[in-house]
Every structure is written in C-alpha cells, then in structure tokens.
C-alpha cells in the first residue's frame, strides 16, 4: 500500500450521504459473498444459507463424482485442469460445457460425446438451482433492511438491485416486507419476460428494479423461445442460467443481455451511486461495464466495499488504481482516488477497520440510515 493513509471518517461520512440522498440514483451490486453472511439455520455445526462459488463446486463435484456421469465428469475436469493449469470452479464448468455443446456433432469433443456434454450441462445446472433454492430466515436479515430502506423514503428516482446470485433471497425480502419490485416479468400465473417493460421502465420510483444478471434458478426457457419465471422449477425445466457472456444461441441469450442493458444504462444518469457488496470484481465482463460507466459519466461513483484485506483483491485494487470514480473500502485499507493506503490510526495509535464488506455488517449500517436515530458511523466502519 501507499505510504500515506486514507481517512476513513471521510470516506463513510461520503458514503452516508449518498444513500440518503433520496434524489440520487442509487443501486447495489448483491454477488456471491452477501448469503454467505448469513447462517443456514441448523442444530450442527455452523453453515453459510448458501455457500459461495467454492462451495457450491465443491458440493456439485461431490454429487457428481458418484453420479452415472462420473466418469465424463471425470473426464471434464482433466480437460479443465490441463487448459486452466487449476482446478475449474462450477461456473466455469457449466461456461465450459455450453461451449463444447456449440461445436459437438457426430464425432466427440475433448473425449466426451455430444450426449454426455448435454446430460452434463443438465446435472450441473439443475444442481445449482438446487443448492441455491434456500428459504430466507424469519430472523431480521440484511435482505430485510435492503428492502426497508427502499421504500423508506419517496425518492426521484428507483433504487436499482442488481445480482449476480441465481437465488430468490431478495424477492422473499421485497415481498414479506411489502416493497414493490420489478424483475422483467408480467403476469401471475407464468410470469413471462416483458423486454418492452424494461425499456419503457414507466413505474413509479417507489417501485424498486431488480435485474438478475446471471439469470435465476426460477427462469426458464420455453419451446416457443419465451422466458418464464416458475416456481417450483419443474423436473423437466432447465433453469436459465448464465455464468458468462458467452454466445449462446439467441433465445437464451436475450435475457442476459436485456439485464446487462440495465446496468449500462444506469451509469447514463447524473450523479448515479452504486455499491457494491460481496462482489470480488471476478467477473470481467461486468468489471467492463462498470469501468465504461465510470467512464462516460464523470459524475458517477461506484463504492466497492470488499470483505476482509484489500490483498485479497488485487485485481479489484488494480482496477481503483486507473479509475478514481472507483472507490474500494477493505477491512484495513481502501483505494480512494486511485490511492491505494491503510487507514489512519485511532489517536491511541491502535488501527482502524471497516467493516462494511460483510454484509450482516453492512446490514446493520443501513438500518440505522433508515431509522435515523443514531450518529453517523465512525471509525468501526458499523
């Protein structure tokens, strides 16, 4: 880090006033690391409500690996490891998949049959639908308070939702605390995706937008080419869901498109504020996005607030350092206009730490932004 240290008074006292400037349009990035904060309820040992990339791996190349496809499940993940030079997380599994699925015909594709690359595509995506399909505790959760500051206060613009997550943790949120939200969809029996709704976006900005970047474990692809929203999923459905922007067939890549759009349109207002939470910057093509909003609108702001030490993000950290609308906030440091340093010490000397980057954390800040009866957070970063 730098020699000089950031003032991290400063820096949350900035963060404070931009989400509750109820005039400001404002979003939160949600990925991989916000469930993880939550615990799963259970009388054995403690378990995160969904476990993070890692875990979700783990847990699929377990059921796999004893499953009738292990052997070409075996066969994928020498293939990955020898291309990777590691091992491949789930996503770029299923990314893997669906690019050999394009190219096979007749003959085999890196030693696996067409068949076998298509009952592997299945398995994994029915898998993770699975492993994400978890019921939000009752208990006052960080969803709940993102879904009370919503609708908080009568704002001028909507608060936008963007997720990476294929869970439905922030409708159950939305909908059990009352705050109105629109996902794309129209209709009660079979919701079905709405592309001219989300262009036009006519609502009242009391009504919150919730775009799923990477797709839903309760979307699904119909024969006719129409994307409908199911709950349950059923056996015969294969949830729609995209780990990257590769090119798939056009049908299937509408819906990942039309959301991206979203998030790209965003930057295009005056002023627009987004936070990001357990997002490690893995995901380049988003990275792209938000680096090309920062880019356009001088007036932009993104707050990155990453959990744990900033060397845990080193790509993130390299992407601050060029692009000061970029603002990371680490457990022991932050990069504040392309600044990278460690914050000041408390006057006894002993360090300071933000604790943002965890969301049960960042749960607990919100909350008294929407009650309002307590100072401003300081320097313990609540």
Known sequence: MDSGRHDLDRVLEGLWQCLANDKR????????????????????????????????????????????????HSILLAELVADLGREPNVEEILSRLRTLALVAGAQKVRNLSKS?????????????????????PEADTPYDTIATWVK?????????????????????????????????????????????????????????RLWKLHGSSNWTLLPSGRVVRRNPVGDEDRPLIHPSHLKYDESRRMPYLVMLDQLRGFFKEPSATLVTLGYSFGDDHINELLIHGLQSNPSATVFGLQFGTLDSYPGASALAAKHPGLTLLAADGG????????????PDGSARSCELG?????????????????????????
């Open 25 to 72: 349009p404002l979003g939160l990035v949600l990925g991989a690391g916000c469930p993880v904060s939550i615990p799963a309820p259970s009388d054995g040992a403690p378990a995160p409500l969904i476990p993070d990339i890692a875990g979700l791996t783990a847990a699929i190349n377990t059921l796999l690996s004893t499953s009738n496809l292990k052997d070409d």
């Open 116 to 136: 076998s690359i298509e009952a592997l595509e299945r398995a994994v995506t029915a898998a993770i639908a699975d492993l994400v399909n978890a019921q939000l």
């Open 152 to 208: 908080s206060a009568v704002r001028s613009a909507p608060v936008r939702v963007f997720t990476t997550n294929y869970d439905l943790l922030v409708e159950m949120a939305f909908e059990r605390n009352g705050t109105p939200y629109f996902d794309g969809f129209v209709g009660a029996r079979e919701p079905f995706l709405d592309i001219e709704a989300i262009e036009l976006d006519d609502l009242p900005p009391r009504w919150a």
């Open 335 to 346: 990069v504040i206009a392309g600044a990278n340093a460690c914050w000041q010490l408390q």
């Open 358 to 382: 965890d969301f049960s954390k960042f749960g607990d800040y919100l909350r008294r932004l929407v009650g309002r009866t307590a100072q401003r957070p300081r320097s313990t970063g609540v």
